[in-house]
């Protein structure tokens, strides 16, 4: 007993100077067996050497820095002569079962703490088996930073149409299981946490409070690096949504408000924010127009994909929609005084027509424009600058620049875009109006008097 | 012909195909098969048609607004770029068509002949209107009402009472076969200005370059209406061959089809036969 006393102290040391890894390797300890009826029957002979235990015990947590530390063992020994047993319910059928296992490797019990330190109403306790009811335990006893963000976000609001705060430490940390996040484990890891989330935000519709967005993610380039590539370092959902102090996007506070936005994604490709608040789109953003476009705009929220991915909305053949919605939207041209109609005259080009068969190797509009730090053609840095004309066309039709750096783009009215073509194609149509025509006049008459011979004929 | 329009003339009455008939009975049998397209012009017809229809289809879809369905044919990644290389390859099938004929009708002694016989004469632009003007039959109506009787006495021709009488190939035949020369000559050039887009791009600037594709999407759709409403018409819906004329498949015209619908064609043949034989007779009676 004082054997296993000590190793479990000792593991408790351990932990606390953090190697958690190195304590998976070490040999559990043998499990005591004792039953809930030998719990009960009367304590026979062992009392002097309890009492050693404790002495031994008590000497023992003195050398460990936290000083605060009880003599867990002990007080975790007497829960688990009743909690070990698998059988164990409450009057509501509810398992009261507690892995002695799990508590050891748990972050709290690798620190020392017994389950005493968390149930502090069973410290004074004395006649067992205790009551049913015991109090919550309240983690913000030592955690009171968390509890403090944890009281400012939605989390700690009630959820509409019920009537108490919504989720609890546990119900995203777990219970006597709890890990530290870094663990691969741990319901709060970023591998985990989809899952963890989606314990509430998995719903199959989209709906108002981040329901279903879970089922999104999972499909998205960030989740499948999770899920299938095993990179912990992809984004998750804290990494966006913040932990503990977790908000609604519509809160300026949050990290997902409109404003943070470039900056929470910037924080994984800087690269990107870099380029994005150098070009046209960022330094409006600085200015604060709402409207302009941030990451999110055009590449979705939770169901980001890949842009080599035929559903994203940055594909190639999808990315001339997703422009659009603003150089093609009415309202926001006449408010900022945009190009428009640059859709239009783009899926009236071949490179239009073939994009909207499919065809992703064919230009669209970020092949010319750029897409992070897109920049007015005024810009002598623009891929559309009159002198990068030549290269930026000759990307594709290489030796060809010249001439079509000096042609005119994007322009609706046939007139002006091309005027002798214009001239032609109104020519061809009043050609083709009257050879059709005649023919159809033609045939009608001959029709008329073949089918009129037919008939006598074999009258 | 079996309108009593005009009482002006009592041999109108008589139709020409009993009379025509009676006289050749001997010479040209009903049953007669004469040849209409050789073996070299029906292969040359059938890659056309095949050269034809692939362009047609791997084209149109550009024309057309890519809608639901249509985007729905182009279901794998390169299935576009596979439209291309279809189109360009039919191109180049069409183009080889195209000077494989040129070498048809310039050292072929049946190439000239055809060639020639299918450019168009004044008589052409006459049967047109002729052939129009009788089937529609406005003009008699007229004079029959008594409407402009005397521009109508005065001028007969005016009231179309006969239809055209066709030769070897009637003025429908010349305008199509003219309309896939010019269609050809245009579509190839376009084309290939089109294909080789760097070196238009190097050669002109950008507005030739849409002049081209302009050109060449409008001829697409005249070509592609032309056959459909003039030629199917033609050779496959009009009365007289419905449902189709066998004569592209197995080149054959009968001495019937010959008298009835090319008739000067026949009376020449007639003409031929008719010396030949009178020659034969008198070489057989002089000595």
């Known amino acids: 007993m004082l054997c296993q006393l000590g190793v479990a102290v000792r593991t408790g040391q351990r932990a606390i100077v953090g190697k958690a890894m190195r304590l998976r390797t070490v040999k559990q300890t043998p499990k005591t067996i004792v039953s809930r009826k030998e719990w009960l029957a009367p304590r026979q002979g062992s009392r ?91 983690c913000a006893r030592c955690h009171e930073d968390a509890q403090r963000s944890v009281d400012t976000s939605v989390h700690a609001q009630a959820a509409p149409g019920k009537k108490t705060g919504g989720s609890s430490c546990a119900s995203c940390h777990g219970y006597h299981d709890v890990v530290e996040s870094k663990d691969v484990h741990s319901k709060t890891n970023p591998l985990n946490q989809p899952q963890t989330c989606g314990a509430c935000h998995f719903v199959e519709k989209n709906g108002k409070r981040g329901e279903g967005f879970v089922k999104d993610f999972l499909q998205s380039t960030h989740g499948l690096a999770l899920s299938r590539a095993g990179l912990a370092n992809s984004a998750s959902c804290s990494t966006c949504h913040g932990s503990h102090a977790v908000k609604g996007a519509a809160d300026p ?72 919605k603003c150089h093609d939207n009415e309202e926001l041209i006449h408010k900022y005084k945009l190009l428009g109609k640059r859709l239009r005259t783009f899926q009236g080009s ?12 064919v230009a669209n509009c970020v092949s010319c424009h750029g ?19 030549p290269q930026t066309c ?42 059709m025509g005649s023919f159809a006049l033609y045939i009608f008459a001959d029709l008329k008097v073949r089918l009129r011979q037919k008939f006598r004929k074999s009258q | 012909m079996n309108r009593n329009r005009s009482p002006l003339d009592p041999s109108r009455a008589v139709l020409p195909e009993d009379s025509l008939a009676s006289q050749a009975d001997r010479l040209i049998s009903d049953d007669e098969v004469f040849v209409r397209m050789t073996r070299s012009e029906r292969l040359q017809h059938i890659t056309l048609i095949i050269c034809f229809v692939l362009l047609v ?124 020369l010019w269609g050809n000559v245009v579509m190839i050039v376009s084309g290939f200005f089109l294909w080789a887009i760097n070196l238009s791009f190097r050669l002109f600037p950008l507005w030739v370059y849409d002049v081209f594709k302009i050109i060449h999407s409008y001829e697409a759709i005249l070509a592609f209406l032309a056959i459909i409403i003039w030629h199917l018409y033609n050779v496959h819906l009009t009365p007289e061959v419905f449902p189709m004329s066998r004569v592209w498949l197995d080149g054959k015209i009968t001495g019937h089809d010959l008298r009835t619908r090319h008739p000067l064609e026949y009376e020449a043949i007639l003409e031929q036969r008719r010396l030949k034989s009178s020659n034969h007779r008198d070489t057989a009676s002089q000595p």
Not at chain 1, 74 to 103: I, P, W, Y
Not at chain 1, 350 to 361: L, Q, R
Request: overall charge positive.
């Open chain 1, 394 to 435: 000759g990307k594709c039709h290489p030796g060809a620049g010249e001439k079509l750096s000096q042609a005119k783009i994007h322009v609706l009215d046939p007139k002006v875009a091309n005027y002798a073509g214009y001239v032609i194609q109104k020519a061809y149509f009043y050609l083709i109006a009257v050879i």
């Open chain 1, 350 to 361: 071949f490179h239009g027509v073939a994009s909207a068969y499919g065809e992703p190797k």
């Open chain 1, 48 to 138: 002097g050497q309890r009492a050693w235990a404790l002495l031994a015990a008590g000497l023992l947590c003195l050398l460990v820095p936290t000083t605060k530390l009880p003599a867990a063992e002990d007080t975790n020994q007497s829960c688990l002569m009743c909690h070990e047993d698998h059988s164990l319910k409450d009057q509501a059928g509810r398992s009261l079962f507690v892995s002695k296992e799990q508590m050891e490797q748990s972050i709290h019990g690798r620190s020392g703490l017994s389950c005493v330190s968390c149930h502090v109403d069973l410290e004074s306790v004395k006649d067992f088996p205790h009551s049913e009811k015991l109090a919550r335990v309240a």
């Open chain 2, 57 to 180: 289809l791997t084209g149109l879809p550009l024309l057309l607004d890519p809608s639901v369905w249509l985007k729905k044919l182009f279901f794998f990644e390169t299935s576009f770029a596979w439209r291309g290389w279809i189109h360009r390859a039919a191109g180049a099938g069409l183009i080889g068509l195209s000077v494989f004929h040129l070498f048809y009708i310039v050292f072929t002694q049946r190439g000239r002949e055809v060639f020639w016989a299918l450019m168009p004469k004044l008589k052409d632009v006459t049967d047109a209107l002729q052939s129009f003007g009788h089937n529609l039959g406005v003009t008699g109506w007229l004079h029959q009402r008594g409407i402009c009787r005397e521009f109508f006495d005065r001028h007969p021709s005016w009231l179309f009472e006969a239809p055209p009488r066709y030769g070897r190939y009637n003025f429908i035949e010349k305008f199509e076969y003219l309309a896939v």
């Open chain 1, 253 to 324: 506070a949050s990290p997902m408000s409109r404003k943070q936005v470039p900056t929470t994604c910037g924080q994984c490709h800087s690269g990107i924010l870099r380029d994005y608040l150098e070009g046209v789109h960022g330094r409006d953003f600085d200015k604060g127009i709402r409207d302009v476009p941030v990451c999110i705009d055009c590449h979705g929220e939770h169901q980001i994909l890949s842009p080599l991915d035929k559903r994203s909305k940055v594909y190639a053949t999808q990315i001339a929609l997703t422009c659009a």
């Open chain 1, 371 to 389: 897409f992070h730090n897109i920049r007015p053609s005024s810009d002598p840095e623009s891929h559309i600058h009159p002198t990068k004309l």
